[in-house]
């Protein structure tokens, strides 16, 4: 990620809307400091892995109806006032429902009840464990870490605990937040 100068820090959220649409194709963020960060788009592997993450999860959603799924170019305002772009995110149906259709048009007031962050061949893992536990503290209920070059997951949870996986072997499961969901990792490996 490239930090942006700080007289950007001030931007209003409709401001920084625009600035972000300004920016297309590029992924950009603002941490609870006001810092504004850019990701250049991901590579084709990585890309390729997020689209498949993300089908498997809007499968199970179409099957269940039980909420509204997301991709990466998506972005939320969070508790925090930061403005994060998960890879992949859900939120429940009764929640979203209650979002207002004029917040829905820019970044949203709410924080996903999950989330997918994929390690990119260019990602730090330590920026990317700390904006896990972001994600956590803003009222993320499950939130999945991902690095398919290492085959490594990291499950977040709401009550604070992180789960390492050493390998892809094992499927994940939604757990009580996305209730069915299985992603088995291991059938996405190159």
Not at 26 to 54: L, S, W
Not at 107 to 135: G, N, T, W
Not at 144 to 166: F, K, M
Request: with cysteine; proline share 5%.
């Amino acid at each position: 990620m490239i930090p942006i100068p700080a007289k950007y820090l001030n931007l209003s959220e409709a401001a920084f809307f625009e600035f972000c649409r300004e920016m297309s194709p590029y992924r950009i963020e603002r941490d609870e400091e006001g810092k504004i960060y850019i990701q250049e788009p991901a590579g084709t592997y990585t890309g390729g892995f997020n689209a498949e993450v993300t089908t498997e999860i809007s499968i199970w959603n179409r099957e269940n109806n039980q909420g509204k799924v997301f991709d990466s170019s998506t972005g939320y305002t969070l508790p925090d006032g930061s403005v994060r772009s998960p890879d992949s995110s859900w939120i429940a149906k009764a929640r979203w429902d209650n979002v207002a259709q004029e917040d829905r048009v820019r970044f949203a007031h709410i924080s996903p009840d999950f989330v997918i962050e994929i390690k990119s061949y260019s990602d730090r893992l330590p920026e990317l464990q700390r904006k896990m536990e972001r994600y956590i503290h803003n009222g993320v209920r499950l939130a999945w870490l991902l690095d398919p070059e290492q085959q490594q997951a990291w499950i977040y949870r709401q009550d604070g605990s992180v789960e390492h996986r050493n390998s892809f072997d094992e499927p994940l499961y939604g757990e009580d937040v996305l209730r069915g969901f299985e992603l088995r990792l291991a059938e996405m490996k190159d």
